[in-house]
């Protein structure tokens, strides 16, 4: 979960500069950077999809079939 943690902060920041520069170049309001980085640190640090971060119970469980599997090959 620390890993999780240091990521979305990481993320954030780095979302919350790119939307000032961004805002900053196309004339946007200021609250684009601060939105970009809390979007940002929710999709890493949350991740809704599972791209990123696995299951505990799914990692277990992909890892018992791959030690199955090669042992009877």
Do not use: C, E
Not at 35 to 48: C, E
Not at 53 to 68: C, E, F
């Amino acid at each position: 979960m620390n890993k999780r943690v240091a990521a979305g902060v990481l993320w954030l920041f780095a979302g919350w500069y790119l939307g000032n520069l961004i805002a900053y170049h196309l004339g946007l309001s200021d609250l684009f950077g601060p939105v970009l980085g809390i979007v940002a640190a929710v999709m890493v640090a949350g991740d809704p999809f599972g791209l990123l971060w696995r299951r505990a119970a799914a990692q277990s469980a992909s890892d018992g079939d791959v030690t199955r599997s090669t042992a009877t090959n």
